[in-house]
C-alpha cells in the first residue's frame, strides 16, 4: 500500500513564503516524476511544478521564479519551496508521484491528500 502525505500548508500573508513537504511511503519499487499539483475553488487541478528522478524541473508560467520544487530520492520525499505569495496561489496543494509499487509492474500515479494553502492579509 503506498502513501503520499504533505505537510507545511497554512496562513501567510501576500509576499510570505512556506515550504511545502511530501513524502511517499508502502511498497515502493521505484519512482518517476514527482509533482506539485493545486486546486483553488471553483476551478481545475492544475500541475504547478514536476521534478523527474534525474532532477530535471517543470514550472507552470503562474509560478516561475517564485516556486522551487526539488525532492530527495534517497527519502521519497518532494519539496515545494514557495516565495512572494500572492492571494491568487491560495488553493489546496496535493502531491502526485509517478511510480512503481512493486518490480515488474507498470508505473500509476499515486495522490495525497491535499493541504490547505492561504494567502491573506
Known amino acids: 500500500q503506498v502513501q503520499l502525505v504533505e505537510s507545511g500548508g497554512g496562513l501567510v500573508q501576500p509576499g510570505g513564503s512556506l515550504r511545502l513537504s511530501c513524502v511517499a511511503s508502502?511498497?515502493?519499487?521505484?519512482?518517476?516524476?514527482m509533482n506539485w499539483y493545486r486546486q483553488a475553488p471553483g476551478k481545475q487541478r492544475e500541475l504547478v511544478a514536476s521534478?523527474?528522478?534525474?532532477?530535471?524541473?517543470n514550472y507552470a508560467d503562474s509560478v516561475k521564479g517564485r516556486f522551487t520544487i526539488s525532492r530527495d530520492n534517497g527519502k521519497n520525499r518532494v519539496y515545494l519551496q514557495m516565495n512572494s505569495l500572492k492571494p491568487d496561489d491560495t488553493a489546496v496543494y496535493y502531491c502526485?508521484?509517478?511510480?512503481?509499487?512493486?518490480?515488474?509492474?507498470?508505473?500509476?500515479?499515486?495522490w495525497g491528500q491535499g493541504t490547505q494553502v492561504t494567502v491573506s492579509s
Open positions: 502526485n508521484a509517478f511510480l512503481v509499487p512493486v518490480y515488474g509492474q507498470i508505473a500509476r500515479a499515486y
Open positions: 508502502g511498497s515502493i519499487f521505484s519512482i518517476n516524476t
Open positions: 521534478v523527474t528522478s534525474g532532477g530535471s524541473t
